[in-house]
T-cell receptor, first 119, second 115 residues
């Protein structure tokens, strides 16, 4: 089974621009979560999508948004980029909660990340 | 609020020896899951091991085992027979029990394996 894929892997933008990152989950996984990783703040949860609906949202400004498509692929968008948005953005997928059993099926599997640099 | 604490910013271990990475957590939930991930310099987060709060036995996955002490709220990762390829950042994380897949991560521990 193919793992979680993220595109692009690297991105350079300038302040004020917007960016869209893409995530394709593992086949059969319907939950997609996004995380931001920075040296200062560590790993922080952005949001989670399941069945095209946002289920959970972290403490980020409204410039950060996302969506999920019917094939479970997800995109996140950051508008009006700031220097502080430079980070590694990680996407993770897991099985839908209704089918979650005890143990490994609870696991979230991460993609390789998109490294965003804002100049 | 849930919180994960990893008190060891960095650790060194000799190749072929065992090493324990510490993780303590704080939660008021009865049902929760604990995870360990490895992050090499490439950036990808690699799942290592999972422990559910109701699991009676400590989880094991190959050279990885989890020393789960529920009363102490600790979930230490034990890596046996360390290899050079184990050099990486290691994160402990907790999934909230009330539904959803949000993970709360600790600050991480950098492990360096010496030959």
């Amino acid at each position: 089974k193919a793992g979680v894929t993220q595109t692009p892997r690297y991105l350079i933008k300038t302040r004020g621009q917007q960016v869209t990152l893409s995530c394709s989950p593992i086949s059969g996984h319907r939950s997609v979560s996004w995380y931001q990783q920075t040296p200062g703040q560590g790993l922080q949860f952005l949001f989670e999508y399941f069945s095209e609906t946002q289920r959970n949202k972290g403490n980020f400004p409204g410039r950060f948004s996302g969506r999920q498509f019917s094939n479970s692929r997800s995109e996140m968008n950051v508008s009006t980029l700031e220097l502080g948005d430079s980070a590694l953005y990680l996407c993770a997928s897991s099985l839908e909660p209704a089918r979650r059993l005890a143990g490994r099926t609870d696991t979230q599997y991460f993609g390789p990340g998109t490294r965003l640099t804002v100049l | 609020a849930q919180k994960i604490t990893q008190t060891q910013p960095g650790m060194f271990v000799q190749e072929k020896e065992a090493v324990t990475l510490d993780c303590t957590y704080d939660t008021s939930d009865q049902s929760y899951g604990l995870f360990w991930y490895k992050q090499p310099s490439s950036g990808e987060m690699i799942f290592l091991i999972y422990q559910g709060s109701y699991d009676e036995q400590n989880a094991t996955e190959g050279r990885y085992s989890l020393n789960f002490q529920k009363a102490r709220k600790s979930a230490n990762l034990v890596i046996s027979a360390s290899q050079l390829g184990d050099s990486a950042m290691y994160f402990c994380a907790m999934r909230e029990g009330k539904g959803g897949n949000k993970l709360v991560f600790g600050a991480g521990t950098i492990l360096r394996v010496k030959s």
